[in-house]
Protein backbone atom coordinates (compact mmCIF):
# COMPACT_ATOMS: atom_id res chain seq x y z
CA UNK A 1 0.00 0.00 0.00
CA UNK A 2 0.90 3.61 -1.08
CA UNK A 3 1.84 5.63 2.54
CA UNK A 4 3.92 7.96 4.30
CA UNK A 5 4.50 6.59 8.05
CA UNK A 6 5.54 9.07 10.69
CA UNK A 7 6.38 8.48 13.80
CA UNK A 8 5.72 9.01 16.60
CA UNK A 9 1.76 9.57 16.17
CA UNK A 10 1.90 11.39 19.54
CA UNK A 11 4.80 12.88 22.00
CA UNK A 12 5.08 14.97 24.90
CA UNK A 13 8.75 16.25 25.28
CA UNK A 14 10.53 19.04 27.75
CA UNK A 15 11.59 21.99 26.59
CA UNK A 16 15.35 21.47 25.33
CA UNK A 17 15.61 17.57 24.86
CA UNK A 18 16.42 16.98 21.39
CA UNK A 19 13.53 15.13 19.49
CA UNK A 20 13.12 13.89 16.06
CA UNK A 21 10.38 12.72 14.13
CA UNK A 22 10.58 10.60 11.62
CA UNK A 23 8.84 10.30 8.20
CA UNK A 24 9.25 7.82 5.55
CA UNK A 25 7.50 7.45 2.13
CA UNK A 26 7.27 3.92 -0.17
CA UNK A 27 6.33 5.57 -3.32
CA UNK A 28 9.60 6.68 -4.39
CA UNK A 29 8.90 9.98 -4.53
CA UNK A 30 11.64 12.91 -5.37
CA UNK A 31 9.49 15.68 -3.22
CA UNK A 32 8.86 15.50 0.55
CA UNK A 33 7.83 18.01 2.62
CA UNK A 34 7.35 19.40 6.44
CA UNK A 35 4.24 20.88 7.30
CA UNK A 36 3.07 22.22 10.87
CA UNK A 37 -0.42 23.02 11.29
CA UNK A 38 -1.69 25.54 14.41
CA UNK A 39 -5.10 26.78 14.59
CA UNK A 40 -6.19 29.59 12.88
CA UNK A 41 -2.94 29.37 10.85
CA UNK A 42 -3.96 26.45 7.90
CA UNK A 43 -0.82 24.32 7.26
CA UNK A 44 2.43 25.81 6.77
CA UNK A 45 5.39 24.54 5.27
CA UNK A 46 8.58 24.32 7.21
CA UNK A 47 11.35 22.41 4.75
CA UNK A 48 11.20 20.73 1.48
CA UNK A 49 13.37 18.65 -0.39
CA UNK A 50 13.17 18.02 -4.42
CA UNK A 51 15.50 15.26 -4.38
CA UNK A 52 18.17 13.28 -2.08
CA UNK A 53 20.88 15.96 -0.86
CA UNK A 54 18.79 18.74 -1.69
CA UNK A 55 16.57 20.47 0.88
CA UNK A 56 15.49 24.23 1.54
CA UNK A 57 13.56 26.17 3.54
CA UNK A 58 10.03 27.01 3.20
CA UNK A 59 7.83 29.38 5.41
CA UNK A 60 8.45 28.59 9.03
CA UNK A 61 11.50 26.99 9.40
CA UNK A 62 13.72 28.46 12.84
CA UNK A 63 14.03 25.88 15.17
CA UNK A 64 13.91 23.22 12.87
CA UNK A 65 16.40 20.82 10.52
CA UNK A 66 15.96 18.38 8.36
CA UNK A 67 18.06 16.01 6.31
CA UNK A 68 17.90 13.55 3.15
CA UNK A 69 20.26 10.86 3.01
CA UNK A 70 17.84 8.52 1.41
CA UNK A 71 15.47 9.21 -1.46
CA UNK A 72 12.59 7.80 1.19
CA UNK A 73 13.23 9.51 4.68
CA UNK A 74 12.73 13.09 5.72
CA UNK A 75 13.06 13.03 9.29
CA UNK A 76 12.79 16.56 11.12
CA UNK A 77 14.72 17.45 13.59
CA UNK A 78 14.01 19.70 17.04
CA UNK A 79 17.64 20.17 18.14
CA UNK A 80 15.99 22.80 21.40
CA UNK A 81 12.44 22.17 21.38
CA UNK A 82 10.65 25.22 22.72
CA UNK A 83 7.15 25.54 23.84
CA UNK A 84 5.95 27.33 20.71
CA UNK A 85 6.56 24.37 18.74
CA UNK A 86 3.50 22.37 20.28
CA UNK A 87 2.29 21.38 16.83
CA UNK A 88 0.68 19.02 14.40
CA UNK A 89 2.95 17.87 12.04
CA UNK A 90 2.54 16.48 8.55
CA UNK A 91 5.41 15.11 6.30
CA UNK A 92 4.53 15.05 2.76
CA UNK A 93 5.45 13.32 -0.34
CA UNK A 94 5.24 13.62 -4.41
CA UNK A 95 6.52 13.13 -7.85
CA UNK A 96 8.52 16.19 -9.36
CA UNK A 97 6.67 17.99 -12.08
CA UNK A 98 3.61 19.41 -12.73
CA UNK A 99 1.75 16.42 -13.49
CA UNK A 100 2.30 14.27 -11.17
CA UNK A 101 -0.65 15.27 -9.35
CA UNK A 102 -1.54 14.74 -5.76
CA UNK A 103 0.66 15.48 -2.64
CA UNK A 104 0.44 12.65 -0.45
CA UNK A 105 0.11 13.25 3.64
CA UNK A 106 1.15 11.42 6.63
CA UNK A 107 -1.26 11.41 9.36
CA UNK A 108 -0.03 13.60 11.41
CA UNK A 109 2.45 13.94 14.34
CA UNK A 110 0.98 15.75 17.72
CA UNK A 111 3.79 17.05 19.24
CA UNK A 112 3.48 18.83 22.88
CA UNK A 113 6.41 21.01 24.30
CA UNK A 114 6.35 21.78 28.03
CA UNK B 1 1.57 36.79 0.49
CA UNK B 2 -1.19 34.52 0.70
CA UNK B 3 -1.83 33.25 -3.07
CA UNK B 4 -5.27 31.91 -2.27
CA UNK B 5 -8.32 33.54 -0.35
CA UNK B 6 -11.17 31.38 1.12
CA UNK B 7 -14.65 32.48 2.84
CA UNK B 8 -13.99 31.07 6.64
CA UNK B 9 -17.00 29.00 6.59
CA UNK B 10 -20.27 27.52 4.72
CA UNK B 11 -23.41 25.60 5.26
CA UNK B 12 -24.44 23.15 2.34
CA UNK B 13 -27.97 21.19 3.05
CA UNK B 14 -27.58 17.37 2.89
CA UNK B 15 -27.92 16.13 -0.95
CA UNK B 16 -27.38 19.33 -2.12
CA UNK B 17 -24.35 20.54 -4.26
CA UNK B 18 -21.72 22.07 -2.03
CA UNK B 19 -19.74 25.55 -4.14
CA UNK B 20 -16.53 26.47 -2.73
CA UNK B 21 -14.86 29.54 -4.19
CA UNK B 22 -11.15 30.29 -4.20
CA UNK B 23 -9.53 33.19 -5.08
CA UNK B 24 -5.91 33.04 -6.62
CA UNK B 25 -6.14 36.53 -8.30
CA UNK B 26 -2.17 36.25 -8.45
CA UNK B 27 -2.05 32.93 -10.19
CA UNK B 28 0.65 32.75 -12.93
CA UNK B 29 0.41 30.87 -16.23
CA UNK B 30 2.53 27.51 -14.84
CA UNK B 31 1.15 27.28 -11.66
CA UNK B 32 -1.52 24.45 -10.89
CA UNK B 33 -4.73 24.94 -8.55
CA UNK B 34 -5.49 21.88 -6.15
CA UNK B 35 -8.39 21.21 -3.57
CA UNK B 36 -7.76 19.07 -0.45
CA UNK B 37 -9.73 18.44 2.44
CA UNK B 38 -9.40 17.66 6.45
CA UNK B 39 -11.32 15.74 8.27
CA UNK B 40 -10.89 16.72 12.00
CA UNK B 41 -7.07 16.60 12.63
CA UNK B 42 -6.30 13.86 10.19
CA UNK B 43 -4.00 13.98 7.15
CA UNK B 44 -5.16 16.02 4.29
CA UNK B 45 -6.93 14.54 1.50
CA UNK B 46 -6.15 15.13 -2.04
CA UNK B 47 -9.68 15.73 -4.01
CA UNK B 48 -8.60 17.41 -7.20
CA UNK B 49 -6.14 19.65 -9.34
CA UNK B 50 -6.79 21.24 -12.60
CA UNK B 51 -4.54 24.20 -14.54
CA UNK B 52 -6.86 25.97 -17.03
CA UNK B 53 -9.75 23.71 -17.77
CA UNK B 54 -12.77 22.28 -15.94
CA UNK B 55 -12.15 19.08 -14.12
CA UNK B 56 -13.70 16.24 -13.03
CA UNK B 57 -12.98 13.17 -10.91
CA UNK B 58 -15.53 11.02 -8.93
CA UNK B 59 -15.03 12.97 -6.18
CA UNK B 60 -15.38 16.49 -7.29
CA UNK B 61 -15.58 19.23 -9.96
CA UNK B 62 -13.17 21.89 -10.65
CA UNK B 63 -14.12 25.08 -12.35
CA UNK B 64 -11.36 27.18 -13.02
CA UNK B 65 -12.79 30.61 -14.51
CA UNK B 66 -11.02 32.03 -18.00
CA UNK B 67 -8.80 34.41 -16.41
CA UNK B 68 -7.95 31.94 -14.05
CA UNK B 69 -8.09 34.32 -10.72
CA UNK B 70 -10.56 32.10 -9.00
CA UNK B 71 -11.94 28.46 -9.28
CA UNK B 72 -14.75 26.64 -7.41
CA UNK B 73 -15.19 23.26 -6.23
CA UNK B 74 -18.17 21.53 -6.55
CA UNK B 75 -19.14 18.61 -4.74
CA UNK B 76 -22.32 17.10 -6.40
CA UNK B 77 -24.93 16.08 -4.16
CA UNK B 78 -23.10 16.55 -0.38
CA UNK B 79 -23.30 14.13 2.44
CA UNK B 80 -22.94 14.48 6.02
CA UNK B 81 -19.35 13.11 5.51
CA UNK B 82 -18.16 15.77 3.49
CA UNK B 83 -18.50 17.74 6.46
CA UNK B 84 -14.71 19.53 6.69
CA UNK B 85 -12.04 21.71 6.23
CA UNK B 86 -11.48 22.53 2.54
CA UNK B 87 -7.96 24.05 1.04
CA UNK B 88 -7.51 25.42 -1.81
CA UNK B 89 -3.92 25.04 -3.17
CA UNK B 90 -1.71 27.01 -5.40
CA UNK B 91 1.10 24.83 -6.86
CA UNK B 92 4.45 26.55 -7.96
CA UNK B 93 7.10 24.15 -10.12
CA UNK B 94 10.04 26.01 -11.34
CA UNK B 95 13.22 26.20 -9.86
CA UNK B 96 11.59 25.34 -6.43
CA UNK B 97 8.86 23.26 -5.61
CA UNK B 98 5.76 24.80 -3.56
CA UNK B 99 2.08 24.17 -2.35
CA UNK B 100 0.73 27.59 -0.93
CA UNK B 101 -2.16 26.45 1.30
CA UNK B 102 -5.06 28.85 2.01
CA UNK B 103 -6.79 29.29 5.67
CA UNK B 104 -9.60 26.77 4.33
CA UNK B 105 -13.05 26.46 4.24
CA UNK B 106 -14.91 24.64 6.69
CA UNK B 107 -17.80 23.16 4.88
CA UNK B 108 -20.74 22.17 7.46
CA UNK B 109 -23.21 19.70 5.83
CA UNK B 110 -26.22 19.65 7.69
CA UNK B 111 -29.06 17.10 7.31
Known amino acids: EAQVTQNPRYLITVTGKKLTVTCSQNMNHEYMSWYRQDPGLGLRQIYY???????DKGDVPEGYKVSRKEKRNFPLILESPSPNQTSLYFC?????????????FGEGSRLTVL | DAKTTQPPSMDCAEGRAANLPCNHS???????VYWYRQIHSQGPQYIIHGLKNNETNEMASLIITEDRKSSTLILPHATLRDTAVYYC????????????FGSGTKLNVKP
Open chain 1, 49 to 55: SMNVEAT
Open chain 1, 92 to 104: ASTPRGYLSGELF
Open chain 2, 26 to 32: TISGNEY
Open chain 2, 89 to 100: IVRVALSIDKFY
